[in-house]
């Protein structure tokens, strides 16, 4: 065997490496290629991106091209390493070129394009998709051959090539974390909307109501001065209005058309008010945020009372409490306000209305009391010391040291809480 031909051995040798190298460059890259990114420059009419979406398509066909291809090159490689090794050295250089070529393959044909393919997936898909799209074409009876043997074995284990290669859906845990994982592509802000909109399913209304004795209604019983002082003072736009007690609801009145009518109307009446008032919508106590905004936007609402099994009423819900829920507070009410109010102090601690939602507290500050028992801080207290506590009692909430600091009647007015040991380290 001449020089020339050892030359022409050793080129081929060279180029059959970098066969392998593309094939496995190629294989890591359409596997891990981001399938979301490329759905979208697909959808946005990137034509690589719809030629590697169609790769995709079927992942056994792909899979068995490459592996073909790959293979392929791999056992002729070796095949002429040997026969340039018997050249040069013998009979000795059937173990040299064993041992040369396992080192080769393994560095320049395997991980080295592996590795790069992992971390720059779309700039090897790409590109190996114009490659492999007219090669599948080309080699189709082969691979069609080698899928139906592979597809009959696979069969025997009841896995189906067509539950293997469909689309799958995120689960809401998923979507979770690739939004956290999305980084500086989505600012944090909207992050923070996106995982509200998220947990909307988890949240019910009795979550958000405001309860019952804090209602601000409209008694049609009383005098007729003393509706008008309410109507002209009254700082919500939309009021509940009953007849002496709150589960005898009338219904609802908004406030702006009361007022005008008013204006318009000088000898404006009692029967005038009641012909305004809008029938009442009740919410059922369990129904989560995601059922309830939808149902406000068919119904064409934008307050309801939600109520138990028995029809009593449990408290009231308006569309702007389930849209704070997603974009954050933006009430002007202030008795809200102060509920949700929190007033930081020098010793780490917060005083915090005892009416303070335990959802709002963890929001606000990043803790993880309860959520599954009682909903306001005064309730978890109770639901702790099982009593009325006095001011100067302390317990702790979830590890969270807790004063008492007053009462009002029968309920925890303030309190002080501070971080536990865990947050304090968490949040310097």
């Known amino acids: 065997m001449d020089d020339i031909h050892i030359g022409a051995l050793c080129v081929a040798l060279v180029v059959l490496i970098g066969c392998s190298a593309f094939f496995s460059g190629s294989e890591t890259g359409l596997m891990t290629i981001n399938r979301y990114r490329l759905r979208h420059r697909a959808k946005a009419g990137d034509k690589a991106a719809q030629r590697t979406s169609r790769l995709l398509e079927r992942p056994d066909r792909l899979i068995g091209l490459i592996l073909l291809g790959n293979n392929f090159v791999n056992i002729l490689a070796s095949s002429l390493a040997t026969i340039i090794a018997i050249y040069f050295l013998g009979e000795a250089g059937i173990v040299a070129s064993t041992i040369a070529m396992t080192l080769i393959v393994l560095v ?8 790069l393919a992992a971390l720059h997936p779309e700039r090897i898909a790409y590109p190996a998709s114009a ?27 009841r896995v189906t090539i067509q539950s293997a290669g469909s689309p799958q859906s995120l689960s809401a845990e998923e979507l979770r974390t690739v939004v956290l994982e999305a980084g500086v592509m989505i600012p944090k802000r909207h992050q923070t909307m996106l995982l509200s909109i998220l947990e909307l399913e988890e949240i019910t209304v009795e979550d958000i109501m405001v309860p019952r004795n804090e209602i601000a209604g409209l008694d049609l ?18 009021l509940l209005v009953y007849r002496g007690a709150i589960d005898q609801v009338v219904g609802f009145l908004h406030l702006r058309k009361v007022l005008n009518r008013m204006t318009q109307k ?7 008010l009641e012909s305004l008032i809008r029938e009442p919508y009740f919410i059922p106590e369990g129904a989560s945020l995601t059922r309830q905004l939808l149902n406000f936007q068919q119904q064409k609402r934008r307050i309801g009372l939600v109520v138990d099994e028995y029809g009593d009423v449990l408290g009231l819900v308006t569309l702007e ?39 709002v507290l963890n929001r606000a500050l990043d803790w993880h009391l309860p959520t599954d028992g009682p909903r306001t801080l005064n309730g978890l207290v109770m639901e702790q010391l099982e009593a009325i506590p006095e001011p100067g009692v302390r317990l702790t909430l979830a590890g969270h040291p807790t004063e008492i600091m007053e009462i009002a009647g029968n309920r925890v007015k ?15």
């Open 414 to 428: 303030t309190a002080v809480i501070w971080p536990n040991a865990e947050t304090e380290k968490d949040h310097p």
């Open 108 to 115: 320049f044909g395997e991980v080295a394009p592996k590795t």
């Open 131 to 157: 490659i492999l799209t007219p090669m599948l074409k080309f080699l189709y009876p082969l691979v069609w051959l080698t899928n139906l043997v592979v597809n009959s074995l696979l069969r025997l284990f």
């Open 221 to 238: 019983d009383d005098d007729w001065e003393t509706l008008v002082a309410q109507l002209n003072h009254s700082p919500y736009t939309r």
């Open 266 to 272: 000088p000898d404006f009446s009692r029967a005038d």
């Open 321 to 359: 409490d389930i849209l704070e829920e997603i974009v954050g507070e933006f009430t002007t009410d202030p008795a809200a306000n102060d509920q949700c109010k929190l007033t930081a102090r020098t010793d780490g601690g917060y005083l915090v209305n005892g009416r303070t939602a335990i959802r």
